[in-house]
């Protein structure tokens, strides 16, 4: 069972602080049970000097913003307290100046399988 409030306050403790937590069902791929949602900035990693050329690229376009949805794109400290409590990292959308990213529980069909394998 994750601690949601303690990896919310980890979060908070990153200078995170706007995550909040909800659950259910989404038409987002990734994101359904139950995760902690927030937006923050591009900055680092989520800007486009760390990306792949074609993004860069498309990125710098005048008429939207691209960026990958790949989690290796999400800042590490983000990453790394997701990895602490076994969630998922989703990157949900993302404008010029921010990214909305989610924390959600591990894909609840492999949670299946494994308790199938116990």
């Not at 800007?47 to 710098?60: A, C, G, I, Q, T």
């Amino acid at each position: 069972m994750v601690e949601w409030k303690q990896v919310e306050l980890d979060l908070a403790e990153e200078g995170y602080s706007d995550f909040e937590f909800d659950r259910g069902e989404t038409a987002v791929p990734g994101v359904s049970g139950s995760w902690l949602v927030g937006r923050i900035k591009r900055e680092g990693r989520l800007k486009r000097e760390n990306h792949p050329f074609r993004w860069k690229v498309l990125d710098s376009l005048p008429f939207g913003t691209t960026l990958p949805t790949d989690p290796e794109y999400a800042p590490d400290s983000v990453r790394q307290i997701a990895e602490k409590y076994g969630l998922d990292v989703v990157i949900i959308s993302g404008g010029r100046d921010w990214v909305r990213i989610a924390l959600v529980e591990a894909d609840s069909e492999e949670k299946r399988q494994l308790g199938r394998n116990l």
